[in-house]
């Protein structure tokens, strides 16, 4: 397959934005993890992304990822991240499928997934709807502590993940990637885990995300192009 050079110049451009963006907040720009949301997009995509250099990807939806794995299982060191809503019903198969899971959003799931692997158990998020809004999942802000608290012992709690609501600016959501940072700096003292995961920022915020002190970005538009669907 013939190298993509308007998809690496774009990937290249991410990476360098994301490099300054940690060279502003004084941070060490290895600490960052660039997943690429890749919903939507062809295995031809991904794999031209993977030969470009990436290798966290995003997807989400459980069965268009676990096609997309079987049609790319070539590729070595490729790491598969649910970033989409995971229903109890798709547990086991999510478990199985990817290295990272950015929305635990109960514990009744956080007890599915342990069910489906137990050992090695699985890496997860938290996820905050810092926001309120019912058209998104997530766990209320009040309710993470007790959820962390009674899933820890079920599933591997890396940190926490959000997705902000819409707003005219990236300027305008940095209150919520701060408001997640306090939540799980409160939440390891409290817990004794590290949480040392903060899953937030995409295309139109990703920098003030990184600023902020997220540690892994989700980037999809800003790499692929506009989704095909």
């Not at 478990?95 to 109960?106: E, R």
């Not at 514990?107 to 090695?120: C, D, N």
């Given at each position: 397959?013939?190298?993509?050079?308007?998809?690496?110049?774009?990937?290249?451009?991410?990476?360098?934005?994301?490099?300054?963006?940690?060279?502003?907040?004084?941070?060490?720009?290895?600490?960052?993890?660039?997943?690429?949301?890749?919903?939507?997009?062809p295995s031809e995509a991904?794999?031209?992304?993977?030969?470009?250099?990436?290798?966290?990807?995003?997807?989400?939806?459980?069965?268009?990822?676990?096609?997309?794995?079987?049609?790319?299982?070539?590729?070595?060191?490729?790491?598969?991240?649910?970033?989409?809503?995971?229903?109890?019903?798709?547990?086991?198969?999510?478990?199985?499928?990817?290295?990272?899971?950015?929305?635990?959003?109960?514990?009744?799931?956080?007890?599915?997934?342990?069910?489906a692997q137990p050992s090695?158990?699985?890496?997860?998020?938290?996820?905050?709807?810092?926001?309120?809004?019912?058209?998104?999942?997530?766990?209320?802000?009040?309710?993470?502590?007790?959820?962390?608290?009674?899933?820890?012992?079920?599933?591997?709690?890396?940190?926490?993940?959000?997705?902000?609501?819409?707003?005219?600016?990236?300027?305008?959501?940095?209150?919520?990637?701060?408001?997640?940072?306090?939540?799980?700096?409160?939440?390891?003292?409290?817990?004794?885990?590290?949480?040392?995961?903060?899953?937030?920022?995409?295309?139109?915020?990703?920098?003030?995300?990184?600023?902020?002190?997220?540690?892994?970005?989700?980037?999809g538009r800003a790499v692929?192009?506009?989704?095909?669907?």
């Amino acid at each position: 397959m013939a190298i993509d050079h308007a998809l690496e110049e774009r990937l290249t451009i991410v990476q360098a934005r994301v490099g300054a963006a940690a060279y502003n907040a004084k941070r060490d720009p290895a600490s960052i993890r660039l997943v690429l949301a890749s919903k939507t997009q062809p295995s031809e995509a991904i794999r031209a992304a993977w030969q470009a250099g990436a290798r966290d990807f995003g997807e989400n939806y459980v069965q268009e990822a676990i096609a997309k794995r079987a049609e790319l299982a070539d590729l070595t060191e490729i790491r598969w991240h649910l970033i989409g809503h995971l229903q109890t019903n798709k547990a086991k198969s999510a478990a199985n499928a990817f290295a990272l899971i950015h929305s635990v959003d109960s514990v009744r799931l956080a007890e599915a997934l342990a069910r489906a692997q137990p050992s090695p158990r699985v890496h997860a998020l938290i996820e905050v709807n810092l926001g309120g809004e019912a058209s998104k999942s997530g766990v209320a802000p009040d309710r993470v502590a007790a959820i962390l608290e009674a899933a820890r012992s079920k599933i591997e709690i890396d940190g926490l993940m959000t997705i902000p609501p819409p707003a005219p600016s990236a300027e305008a959501v940095r209150p919520y990637f701060a408001r997640l940072r306090e939540m799980r700096d409160s939440l390891a003292i409290q817990s004794g885990l590290a949480l040392s995961e903060l899953s937030m920022g995409m295309t139109d915020d990703f920098e003030v995300a990184i600023e902020e002190g997220a540690t892994i970005v989700r980037i999809g538009r800003a790499v692929f192009g506009e989704r095909i669907a």
